[in-house]
């Protein structure tokens, strides 16, 4: 048969059905300040900023190959960034979020080459110590509060509307914006050709190698690309709870720790983990949260039978029991005359 009559095709049927469900409840989602309640679009915003930090840490340890536990460092930049941005230069805090983003993406350029002379375990504890060097740099600012913090001012507050209604909907529409424009830049990229060198590097850097892929470009790019937009996920997080100290801005256990988490349960390396984590893990916080430290010892199980039981995450076993891939990049041969 003549190879004319085979197509390459990447949508499936549960694709297209997943992405109309997608747009359904995207559109809910919008219009959520008009039927949800205060404490709900305060819940959905965090789990919208949660998600875009999985999303970018999944790009960086699942396709890049770069396993950072130090990515509050970028998280604490660029919410000191927004308050110095809007305290010190005036801007408003709309402007200052994209500008906090390039601020990370340009100070992740030195960070990079410096901790890529390291591998495997050692790039990971750098990664750690890079983040304390920002949090104890950021603690010495007595400017922005010192060791202590400091709070956004009033004034700047109020600049984001007029009404504590409007600002608490503006706020939760920044962050689903984030969420939606993380998710969609990841998949426009891994379905581009840098995104099928990414897929070449994760499954072996050495065969990457010898088909004349720049490995060390390629994942140069990518850190700070997730830099930039991590920075900019964490001016949108302080820009929400209205204070920053170095303590809370560069938690390993809240910005890293919790996002390594959720990737790791939902499934590495594909695009639907995260968010299969990022349900997961409200959920068992939402229902557990007032056992204090025995939360945490749950997570801990239940990331233990996860990665004993579907060591590809909960997604991971879907995909390969099922073949179900909500965000085609894969491609498959299809005969067009079986298809008729």
């Known amino acids: 048969m003549s190879t004319s009559n085979y197509q390459i095709l990447r949508s499936s049927p549960a694709s297209r059905v997943a992405a109309i469900l997608g747009l359904v409840v995207l559109i809910a989602l919008v219009a959520?300040?008009?039927?949800?309640?205060?404490?709900?679009?305060?819940?959905?915003s965090e789990i919208f900023l949660y998600l875009a930090l999985a999303c970018l840490w999944n790009l960086l340890a699942g396709y890049a190959g770069l396993v950072s536990v130090g990515q509050q460092a970028f998280v604490g930049f660029g919410g000191y960034m927004l308050f110095a941005l809007a305290m010190f230069a005036g801007l408003s805090p709309l402007a200052a979020i994209p500008l906090a983003g390039l601020l990370g993406a340009l100070i992740a350029v030195p960070v990079a080459v410096l901790i890529f002379r390291l591998r495997g375990a050692y790039f990971a504890i750098g990664t750690w110590v890079i983040a304390e060097v920002f949090r104890l740099g950021f603690a010495q600012v007595s400017a922005l509060g010192g060791g202590s913090g400091t709070?956004?001012?009033v004034g700047i507050v109020r600049s984001l509307a007029s009404s504590r209604s409007m600002r608490e909907a503006t706020t939760y529409w920044l962050a689903l914006g984030m969420a939606v424009?993380?998710?969609?830049?990841i998949y426009l990229l891994l379905r581009s050709r840098n995104g099928l060198a990414l897929t070449a590097i994760r499954d072996s850097e050495v065969a990457s190698s010898s088909f004349g892929i720049d490995i060390w470009r390629r994942k140069f790019i990518v850190y700070v690309v997730a830099a930039g937009l991590t920075a900019s996920t964490g001016a949108l997080i302080f820009l929400q709870k209205l204070r920053i100290s170095p303590d809370a801005a560069f938690s390993v256990n809240d910005w890293t720790a919790f996002v390594i988490f959720i990737v790791v349960i939902g499934g590495i390396g594909t695009l639907e983990g995260p968010i299969i984590g990022v349900i997961v893990f409200f959920l068992l916080r939402e229902t557990l949260a007032d056992l204090?430290?025995?939360?945490?010892?749950?997570?801990?199980?239940?990331a233990?039978?996860?990665?004993?039981?579907?060591?590809?995450?909960?997604?991971?076993?879907?995909?390969?029991?099922?073949?179900?891939?909500?965000?085609?990049?894969?491609?498959?041969?299809?005969?067009k005359d079986l298809e008729k």
Do not use: H, N, Q
């Open 32 to 44: 959520a300040p008009w039927w949800a309640g205060r404490a709900d679009m305060r819940l959905l």
């Open 151 to 153: 709070s956004l001012p």
């Open 181 to 185: 424009i993380v998710i969609a830049a």
């Open 292 to 302: 204090g430290t025995v939360y945490l010892l749950i997570l801990g199980l239940v």
């Open 304 to 335: 233990i039978v996860v990665m004993l039981k579907a060591p590809k995450g909960i997604w991971g076993f879907v995909k390969d029991r099922y073949g179900i891939e909500l965000f085609p990049l894969s491609r498959r041969v299809v005969d």
